[in-house]
């Protein structure tokens, strides 16, 4: 049940009036205890929208009390009045919860380039305060859609006592260096904020951080996880960070299959790779090829793509020696020729690309989407 | 009047019946001298198709006879047979010219991971040698196109009694490192090899090579630069590669315009950067920038996405101080909203996107297109 599936969170989803609908657009998560401990990772954009300044200062501290999100506009390009309505936002849920603005950490999604109407987004605090209940986590991760169809959570509960929640936003600008926008992950292991970061680093980097739809950065990525230390209970940092591994991964899995025009979800699998880092500059090269997302969207094994994206990276690879499989058919054995093109059947949504480097023994998988008509009708009608 | 325009050069085109169409798909391009000097730039892509290998091979001794270009076929990822293909190709024409196959350029274009059926190409060389002529250049560029909608040639003549003709195609695969698929360019001026290759690069590197439509780079990107020499003629260099970029600019043009699927033609200018190197890169991020393509074909004149782009780059410049003008207006002011918006007209084909970085004196041009379904239909149903 998303961020409220662990023990010390509450959290509400609200109608601000931000967005030209009567949906929701204000979320609040706030962790009741009683750790506070936290750690973020944030879009390597070198533009950051204000909430991501302010953020970034936040969990500098290593401890955040609430998180308050906002769909309807990102609040990025706003200069100094947009960072002042940031930190007054900050301020309101420091003064509702009667605590600190400086452990509020603030998120923001939409438009970019435009002021935040403020004189919604503040009393819809209060009403999200006054909303925050111990199952508020669904109306939470409503509240922060853009174009999601549909609200994206996850949870596990460890056999050692202690629950992993989170909800996720990305249909849009899922990016190279941050796949979804907004993430939010919350648990009541009692873990301190180093050990936070290091576990939140090492499952964004193999799963979210590699969701790749469009080659876009947002200025806006942000990744939260908080901890309430509310279960008692001291996890094994390794099993730890496998468990939020498969809540981040479940999550990218959503965020693939839901993002703008997608009809195939794509997975790019780099095998043979001299080093993890070939293989994942290889898989995002091969992610953000037009030509190739538009030969998947017409279900056209067009193997030659693979290659012309493979060739244009700087891995270690001999052109002579690289093998292409589509859908498990190797199209591609020995950089020419490999078998009949027509055995490969490209109707099924989940499309698997393998690419075989011989040069290593490292591997890794990169997630895209093809490129559809749907995909630019609404990025041209659609303002984010 | 394209590649036979100069003095001392003959071409043709043929139907070879590499297409699934009657049009025209082999052209033959020939130097009568008296000079051979002959300079090329190639695909920057390590996957490289076999004329592409081959043809590196003959102008490393700076001499061309005749080149031999086919559509309907890349020859692309084809091994060691596709290999010897060329070379037969090249070989064939060497015996109808009664000439060494060693000074005879092969270039290719289509899909990539198939064979050429040589049994129609060898005997369709022998019809062009018969058909060459002082008036084949349009036949020539004609026989080149694949989803060209129109043949692309230009010319200029000197003052000081010389020519500069040429033909070039690259509807689909115009290319970040190189744009067009293959370009001939051919001269009466005489000139060494030493002169012609600092040339050709000065001139594509402002041009041709700017030109990035989808950011994929091409398996079989050529651009052959051919002096006969015929009109007794030595100009200054600064002055032949003046004319020379002016011959590419023209064609730049002509590729930007016709384009696959393409609806504007955009103009990316940033200025204020700190390097030529700077200038280029951010130039090419806005150029790759999915989303941005799809706003500005929405006539939306979404500035935050030029920001997100640049901000994704590692040039030198201050969040804080980027300005971003779209067809004149100044919408965004110190990397926050500037100028109306509503002010911006994008209706017209051009689209002019400036940015101005405000770290340097330094400034490039990059061009490229919107994104369209259009785009997403011409490379989803035909292979390349």
Not at 22 to 48: C, E, Q
């Amino acid at each position: 049940m998303s961020v409220t599936a662990p023990l010390g969170f509450r959290a509400a989803g609200v109608v601000a009036g931000l967005k030209n609908s009567d949906d929701r657009d204000l979320a609040l998560v706030v962790n009741d205890g009683p750790s506070r401990a936290a750690a973020g990772v944030f879009t390597r954009n070198r533009v950051k929208a204000a909430p991501v300044l302010w953020s970034q200062q936040v969990l500098s501290g290593g401890r955040v009390r609430a998180v308050v999100l906002n769909s309807g506009g990102a609040n990025a390009c706003t200069g100094a009045a947009g960072f002042q309505d940031t930190h007054a936002t900050a301020e309101r849920v420091g003064t509702v919860l009667d605590d600190s603005a400086g452990e509020v950490a603030v998120c923001s999604t939409g438009l970019i380039g435009e002021r935040l109407p403020m004189d919604r987004l503040l009393p819809a605090i209060d009403t999200a305060a006054a909303e925050l209940s111990r199952d508020g986590g669904l109306a939470a991760a409503d509240a922060i859609r853009t174009t999601d169809t549909v609200a994206k959570i996850s949870f596990r509960r460890a056999e050692a006592g202690y629950t992993i929640g989170g909800m996720a936003k990305g249909a849009g600008m899922l990016a190279p260096s941050l796949a979804t926008m907004l993430c939010v992950l919350t648990t009541d292991a009692d873990l301190d904020a180093a050990v936070l970061d290091r576990a939140l680093r090492a499952a964004t980097t193999v799963t979210l951080d590699r969701l790749d739809a469009d080659g876009c950065i947002s200025t806006n990525d942000t990744v939260l996880l908080l901890a309430s230390g509310a279960a008692g209970v001291t996890p094994d940092e390794a099993e730890f960070t496998a468990l939020l591994t498969e809540v981040c991964a479940d999550l990218t899995r959503q965020l693939l299959v839901d993002a703008e025009g997608a009809s195939k979800a794509i997975a790019i699998e780099v095998v043979g790779a001299a080093s993890d880092f070939d293989a994942v500059m290889v898989g995002r090269a091969i992610a953000r090829n037009n030509l190739l997302k538009c030969a998947i969207h017409g279900e056209d094994p067009n193997w030659g793509r693979v290659l012309s994206a493979v060739g244009s990276t700087e891995a270690v690879f001999d052109p002579d020696q690289v093998n292409v499989a589509i859908n498990g058919v190797w199209v591609c054995r020995n950089g020419s020729v490999g078998d009949d093109r027509d055995k490969v059947d490209l109707r099924p949504r989940d499309v698997t690309i393998t690419v075989d480097l011989s040069a290593g023994p490292e591997s890794a998988t990169v997630w895209t989407t093809d490129l559809t008509a749907e995909y630019v009708h609404e990025n041209s009608a659609y303002s984010t």
